[in-house]
């Protein structure tokens, strides 16, 4: 009996460190940027080609900070949710249009509809790097101050926003 | 006329893989063994050095800007470790994340060899001490093998 113990007990000591990983996506890199200041950036509005969107004009509020791209079909499937997350006012949800043809963006909204308070155009992706941008769609929670609070990697779906950017948001109203 | 022929047939390659003008051989090299040990986020199990992504191609751009800067390769490293984690370099640095990283195959190599080394000397106490055939039979063949001599 002591004999089958050990090699038992390792096998499922195994089995299980083994099945938690399978329920883990290799893809989701956690950020890095929490609780960081977000990166300083000025860059064009898509939607008026004479203004600016930059890391200190949006600071005052939190906000959303959207990474889309009109050639990414995942934002296509969370614009839904970005969209009622924008109109039910719990937060401004700031679009950055991600290496992206700007009359291609323009289309897109003017498909789908646009919710965004704000978009800054990143043509070259330059900007993106420094927040560790490695695909669309991701989403930043920033607060007033301009810190990053946390990051959502792939599509926002109505789960997500009740479970970690409501808390979130209650939060950093709380504390402020 | 061949020549000519050899370079627009082949041009196109190089330009698709990594439109980069590098000063020197020297330079050349030093980016590829800097890239080739920083991963893609986007095909995680290549390199930047052999990844086609786009965001391979923006990351390779930025190490080439940042050496032509004048950073040394560590400062490069710290720079995209900043933004997207230790998850870029194919050799982690050894800290406490990543500690059981480092430390587990050396651990189940030890294990495994004191599991090994314990059943094998058991087993020839066993043998030794209740089986006496095995002690028998070992003579035998020793007095066999010195009548053939």
């Not at chain 1, 769609?137 to 990053?148: A, C, K, N, R, Y």
Request: aromatic content about 10%; hydrophobic content about 45%; overall charge negative.
């Amino acid at each position: 009996m002591g004999r089958l113990l050990l090699p038992l007990l390792a096998f499922f000591a195994l089995g299980v460190l083994l099945f938690n990983g399978l329920g883990k996506d290799p893809r989701i890199v956690p950020s890095v940027l929490i609780d960081k200041p977000a990166p300083a950036f000025d860059l064009p509005e898509l939607r008026a080609a004479d203004q600016r969107v930059s890391s200190e004009s949006l600071k005052g509020e939190p906000y959303l900070l959207n990474v889309w791209a009109s050639w990414c079909f995942a934002c296509r499937i969370e614009h839904p949710v970005i969209t009622d997350l924008a109109q039910s006012g719990l937060v401004r949800v700031v679009g950055f249009n991600y290496k992206d043809a700007p009359e291609d963006a323009k289309r897109w909204l003017a498909q789908f509809g646009d919710p965004y308070s704000d978009i800054a155009q990143d043509l070259d992706g330059r900007i993106a790097i420094e927040f560790g941008v490695y695909g669309a769609p991701e989403s930043f929670l920033i607060d007033g101050q301009g810190v990053i609070r946390h990051k959502i990697i792939g599509p926002l779906t109505p789960e997500i926003v009740e479970r970690e950017i409501k808390p979130k948001l209650a939060e950093l109203k709380g504390g402020a | 006329m061949n020549k000519w022929f050899a370079a627009v047939l082949f041009s196109g390659c190089a330009w698709a893989i990594d439109p980069i003008d590098f000063a020197s051989p020297a330079e050349e090299a030093r980016f590829h063994d800097l890239a080739a040990e920083l991963r893609c986020l986007v095909c995680q199990n290549e390199s930047l050095a052999d990844s086609s992504a786009p965001l391979a191609q923006d990351l390779r751009r930025v190490v080439k800007a940042q050496m032509d800067q004048g950073k040394s390769n560590p400062e490069i490293k710290a720079y995209l470790t900043e933004r997207y984690g230790a998850f870029v370099l194919y050799r982690p640095p050894f800290d406490t994340t990543n500690a059981l990283l480092w430390l587990a195959p050396f651990a189940v190599l030890l294990l495994g060899g004191w599991l090994a080394f314990r059943a094998l000397s058991a087993h020839r106490q066993i043998d030794a001490a209740t089986d006496p055939d095995a002690a028998t039979l070992a003579a035998r063949l020793r007095a066999e093998r010195d009548q053939e001599l």
